[in-house]
């Protein structure tokens, strides 16, 4: 019999409102599986039991007096450390952040509360969601349970991996280049970064705001739409959330993929890509024919153009969103400045990493008189020739596919000191958000290492239900998804 820290979250769900295992039960399994693998996998900045014990006893009173509750009733979730939680501290996984206790919550997480889900705790992230592999954290590096002398990916690793190493069956993340999508690679999980406009970001620390969404990372592509389905929706504090009826993603789930028209991007597949992810993810492709899509090649010829791009709009937006942070309203504060001006410098000094430094720099000299034209302005032109090429290839096609990062997960350490190699790990997956579509991750294999690699599903805005139908049947006719690492 599989332990409860190895099922799904439908599963769980199923469980308790049957009242075959009680919520804290389930809660407790996580607990003790987080003791267990925290040791290895340091996937949490902050773990929360008593709060998670007195939700699940709630979920268990409420079962208890007859009411029926939710899908995701009593289960378990963790959720990425910038994301507010009231009264729980929120860092960004940085030193200058250290002790902010937020006084409100993120739209996600009252969603999820009122869902009656139990939070765990809050999960590693590379500082403010800048990286690609947690090792920018401003307190550790988190481990990829498949292996601990590898990355877990990032900027999300931390619920990457605690969803990997069965501490917590779902977890949420960020995505603003591939944060959710990445670490889904890397730790052989589902991860989904939904349609710019499908799920609001307040309370979500802000990195670039004309890139930043909230997904959910989860075993199967059934957990996903059923977290998805809890988190999105309009929110009249998030003025980019779209006034659009959230579908039941779960009910999108047919099976049936008979007459689906699928892109191949030839500039997906170019150098670069690993041999073992284009074969991985090619007799994916395979698969999903032998299901009745057709499949066929397209051109994206502004692909090799959006890393650059990104590159100018993410940190000229992050510049700005950084800005707060001088030390009068927020987490930590210099102990040496003598005016208000020393008081600003050497809070930010001492509290942002070198990341965030670089990018601060690279932003301010991007927006700044005499190089905005050279730089944001181009790159924002780069955008719309990006959204172009994308809108004239969902013309002929109902999604592409294409592999999610270049390689399955590298090693602690061994792109740390090359930030051009370690941003070019981002490649497939920034176009996405630079377009602003929806983009689904999900599991296609196994390289020799024993590492999963990950294939990933790009659809037109809103067609998260077409995504999630797809990587729904794939996985039906394969069995990646049921592999757990060995910790
Ligand atoms: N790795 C990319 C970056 O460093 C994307 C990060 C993200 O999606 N938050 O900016």
């Not at 040791?39 to 008593?50: G, I, M, Y």
């Not at 007096?65 to 378990?76: F, R």
């Not at 597949?269 to 041999?275: L, M």
């Not at 090693?411 to 689904?440: H, Q, R, V, W, Y």
Request: hydrophobic share 40%; glycine share 10%; aromatic share 8%.
């Amino acid at each position: 019999m599989a332990e409860l820290y190895e099922l799904t979250a439908a599963d769980l769900a199923a469980k308790i409102a049957s009242r075959e295992v009680s919520a804290r039960e389930v809660t407790e399994a996580f607990l003790a599986r987080i003791t267990v693998a925290e040791p290895s996998v340091h996937a949490f900045l902050t773990v929360t039991p008593e709060l998670a014990r007195a939700q699940a006893d709630a979920i268990d009173t409420r079962l208890a007096a007859g009411e029926s509750l939710g899908p995701l009733a009593g289960v378990p979730v963790a959720l990425k450390d910038n994301l507010c939680t009231a009264g729980i501290e929120t860092t960004c996984a940085s030193q200058i952040l250290r002790g902010f206790v937020p006084p409100y919550s993120a739209t996600v997480a009252e969603k999820l509360q009122d869902s009656g889900v139990v939070l765990l705790g809050k999960t590693n992230l590379d500082e403010f969601a800048m990286g690609s592999s947690t090792e920018n954290s401003g307190f550790f590096t988190t481990g990829n349970p498949w292996n601990p002398d590898r990355v877990p990916g990032g900027s999300s690793g931390g619920s990457a991996a605690a969803v990997a190493a069965g501490e917590a069956p779902l977890s949420l993340g960020s995505d603003t280049g591939g944060s959710i999508r990445q670490p889904a690679a890397f730790c052989g999980l589902v991860g989904i970064k939904p349609t710019y406009g499908r799920v609001s970001r307040y309370g979500l620390v802000a990195f670039a705001s004309s890139l930043d969404q909230i997904g959910p990372f989860a075993h199967t592509v059934e957990d996903a739409a059923l977290l998805l389905t809890a988190i999105s929706g309009h929110d009249e504090r998030d003025s980019t959330s779209v006034p659009r009826p959230v579908p039941d993603y779960v009910q999108a789930l047919t099976g049936h993929v008979e007459g689906l028209r699928i892109g191949i991007p030839a500039e997906y597949f170019a150098e670069g890509i690993s041999p073992e992810v284009r074969a991985a993810v090619m007799s994916a492709v395979g698969v999903l024919r032998g299901l009745g899509a057709v499949v066929d090649e397209v051109s994206l010829p502004y692909t090799d153009y959006a890393l650059a791009a990104y590159y100018i709009v993410a940190p000229a937006e992050a510049s700005s969103n950084l800005a707060r942070y001088d030390g009068v309203r927020y987490g930590m504060r210099t102990a040496r400045s003598s005016n208000h001006i020393e008081l600003f410098e050497r809070t930010r000094e001492e509290g942002f990493g070198a990341e965030v430094k670089q990018r601060i720099l690279t932003g301010t000299y991007a927006l700044s008189h005499g190089y905005y034209d050279a730089f944001y302005l181009k790159a924002q032109k780069v955008r719309t020739l990006l959204q172009r090429d994308f809108a004239a290839a969902f013309e002929r096609f109902d999604l592409l596919v294409t592999p999610t990062t270049p390689t399955t997960a590298f090693g602690i350490g061994e792109k740390s000191n090359d930030p051009l190699a370690m941003k070019l790990s981002d490649i497939c997956t920034i176009p996405a958000n630079m377009a602003g579509i929806p983009a689904l991750s999900q599991c296609c294999g196994f390289d020799t290492d024993g590492l999963p690699v990950g294939m990933q599903l790009m659809g037109p805005a809103f067609s998260e239900e077409t995504l999630l139908r797809a990587a729904h049947a794939y996985e039906a006719a394969t069995d990646w998804h049921m592999r757990r690492p060995n910790l």
